[in-house]
């Protein structure tokens, strides 16, 4: 057993294997690829981690049952899923910084199509949900539901609502409460942490 290496044990016929095989991949995460049905000592091993279902992944003897990619991303921590972004990316969606206003294409964007998170490619928002703010970032009335954790930041002297994706952690932008009806809020997201997929 590699100590260092990431696996990944699965069984033919198991589609929450296959999702968290391609999950890994869309990471560009290297991982040992064990099919337990044609070996028959991972099954040991998984055995002797007190392991008995699929899918698990695992480092050394650290495991996670991965059946929800929540869980996955937290086993993986943020460093992981984030080193194959841009420089620019890194530092908003990793260290919570924020683009320089007007910086971003994505804030012109005006096409029918879908934004997904840059980290990991859930979708967080439509285009329907878009509105142009003049604030200089992409900003939206509403998001796709469940996308996004939230927390509070007192970087400023009153609490912000900062939010968080879901699925890989990372740092998208800010909610604030001034927004268009009916909704009356603003999704302030930076640019680099999104990506657009058009229709
Ligand atoms: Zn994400």
Redesign the pocket.
């Known amino acids: 057993m590699d100590s260092q290496a990431l696996r990944v044990y699965w069984r033919p016929g198991c589609s929450s294997c296959v999702k968290v095989k391609e999950f890994l991949s869309q990471l560009g995460v290297d991982y040992q690829s064990i099919n337990v049905s044609a070996t028959p000592e991972a099954m040991d091993e998984l055995r002797e981690m007190g392991v008995r279902t699929v899918p698990v992944v695992a480092r050394g003897r650290e495991y996670v049952f991965a059946q929800a990619l929540e869980d996955v991303s937290r086993f993986l921590g943020k460093d992981v899923q984030m080193k194959r972004l841009p420089p620019e990316a890194y530092k908003v969606m990793r260290d919570e910084g924020t683009e320089r206003a007007g910086t971003s294409p994505l804030d012109h964007e005006k096409r029918p199509g879908v934004f997904v998170?840059a980290?990991?490619?859930?979708p967080v928002f439509t285009s329907e949900m878009k509105f142009d703010s003049g604030t200089g970032w992409p900003s939206f009335f509403t998001s796709i539901p469940g996308a996004f954790e939230m927390k509070k930041d007192f970087y400023l002297i009153y609490p912000r609502t900062e939010y968080h994706?879901m699925?890989?952690?990372?740092h998208h932008g800010h909610l604030f409460d001034d927004g268009p009806a009916p909704t009356n809020q603003r999704w302030c997201n930076n640019g680099v942490s999104l990506r657009f997929i058009p229709k």
């Open positions: 998170c980290g990991c490619g859930l994706c699925r890989c952690g990372g």
